[in-house]
C-alpha cells in the first residue's frame, strides 16, 4: 500500500492527513484539523494575519499527529499533498512551504491540489474509508458545493471534465449563514449557530390558524425550553417568513445579499415594536426561518439541475453541506424526484475543511495520471 501525506491550511483550519492506497481501496489513515475558531471568535470571523500565524504555530504539531495517528513514519511516505488555491495567502503559504520542505527533504513528489476539487471529493469519503468508490461512482455527477467561500453547483462528465453550471452571484451560503448569525447576536462561526437556534424554533414552534405557538422560556436560544410553558403570541407567522432567494430565475445560480438584508430589516423592524425579551424569544423562530429560505433555494436550484442535466449521481459537499435541515431537506428532494440517483453526502466532519479530502483529490488527480 503507498502513503500519501495531504496538508490543508487556506483559511482557519490546519489540517493534515494519511491517507493509504492501493488499485483496489482508499484508506484514511487519521485525520488531524486543527480548527482556530476559538482565536477568530472574538472578531466576529477571520482574520488573516492572525491565521496564518496560528498556522505557524500548529503545523508541525499537526503533521506529527497525523503521522502518529496513522502508525507511518515519514520515510513511508510516498507522495505529499497540499492545497494551493483557492483560499486566503498567507495561511496558504503555511502549508505550501511546509509540503515543499517535506518533498525536497524526502525526496518525494508534490502533488497541487485545488481546495474546491478536495471538496468535490470529499463525497467519495464513506465511514472513514473509501473502498475506491471512484469505480462505483457513476458519472455525471451533480454535485453542490456550499462552503464559507464558495456556493456552485458543478457537473462532472468524468474526473478531469468538471465545469460549474451555476454560482453565487454575491454572498456564499456558508458567508450568509455568518452575517445572519452576527445580525442575530448568534456568534461566529454562524453555520452551527443559526442551525442550533433554528432546531429550538422547529421543536416548538407550530403554525395553527396562521398564529405562532411559542414557548416564552426560549429567552437564550442557545437553551431548550421547556415543552408545558407554550402560549400563543398571536402573531401571523407571516411576520416573519423571509423571501426564497432566486426563486423564479430561470438558470442555476444563486444570491443570498437579499436575504441578509431582509432578514436584517425584519430584526431591525421589530426590535422597534418589541421589548428586548420578546425579541430574544423571537430570535429562533428568525433563525430557522433564515435557514429555510436558504435551503429552499439550494434545493430548488439542484432539483433543476437535476432535471436538466439528469447525473447518475448527486453530492452534497462543503461546509455548509454539515447543516442537519439541508441535508434531510436535499435527501427528500432528491428522493422524490428520482429514488434511483444516489445521493453522496459525507460525514460532517469531512464537510468542514480537513485534509483528507486533499488526499483523496490528489490521489484521483495521480490516477488520471
Ligand atoms: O468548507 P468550510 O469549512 O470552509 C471554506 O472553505 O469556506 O466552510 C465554512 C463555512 C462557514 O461559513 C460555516 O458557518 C459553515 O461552513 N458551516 C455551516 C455549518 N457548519 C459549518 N453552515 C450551516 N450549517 C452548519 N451546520
Ligand atoms: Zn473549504
Known sequence: MKHILAIETSCDETAASVVGFDDKKVIILSNIVSSQIDIHKKYGGVVPEVASRAHLETISLVIKEALINAKVNLKQIDYFAVTYEPGLIGSLLIGIQTAKTLAWAMNKPLIKVNHLDGHFYSALIQNDKIVYPILNTKYPILSLLVSGGHTQLMLAKSPTNIKIIGQTQDDAAG????????????????????????????????????????????LDPRVKPEDDKIFDYSLPITDYQLPIPMIDSNDLNFSYSGLKTALLYKYQNLSKTLPLQSLNTLIPLLAYNFQDSLVKSLVLKVIKAAKKYQPKTITLVGGVAANKYLREELKSATQSLNPSIPLLVPDQKFCTDNAAMIAVAAIIKLKNK
Open 175 to 218: 458567508e450568509a449563514f455568518d452575517k445572519a448569525s452576527q445580525i442575530l447576536g448568534l456568534g461566529y462561526p454562524g453555520g452551527p449557530a443559526i442551525s442550533a437556534a433554528a432546531e429550538i424554533a422547529s421543536c416548538c414552534h407550530s403554525r395553527e390558524g396562521g398564529n405562532l405557538y411559542y414557548s416564552d422560556s426560549i
